[in-house]
């Protein structure tokens, strides 16, 4: 589980990384100041991406971290349009 879940989250944070290199510029400033409140957000609420702890709770950072991190590729790609 907790390997599975790393991957995964990965996996997602590639591809919102990947969405946000193809925006312009002029997408990125717009967008700027709401990335940084969800990032804050994402770390509030799952726990900073961190290879410390038990197997439990890295697997349950991972997958807060996936989850969030998919719902943000989903509305960078609308916010962006």
């Known amino acids: ?3 599975s ?12 990384n ?4 193809a925006l312009s510029k002029a997408q990125k400033d717009k967008l700027l100041p709401a990335q940084k ?5 994402k770390d509030e609420k799952c726990g900073p991406v961190t290879k410390k702890g038990t197997e439990e709770k890295l697997t349950a ?9 998919m ?11």
């Open 5 to 16: 879940s790393k991957l995964e989250f990965l996996d997602a944070d590639g591809e919102l």
């Open 71 to 81: 719902d943000r590729v989903a509305k960078l790609i609308t916010e962006a349009e």
């Open 61 to 69: 950072m991972y997958k807060c971290q996936f989850d969030m991190t």
């Open 37 to 41: 409140k969800w990032i804050k957000e």
């Open 18 to 21: 990947r969405n946000w290199k």
């Open 1 to 3: 589980m907790y390997l």
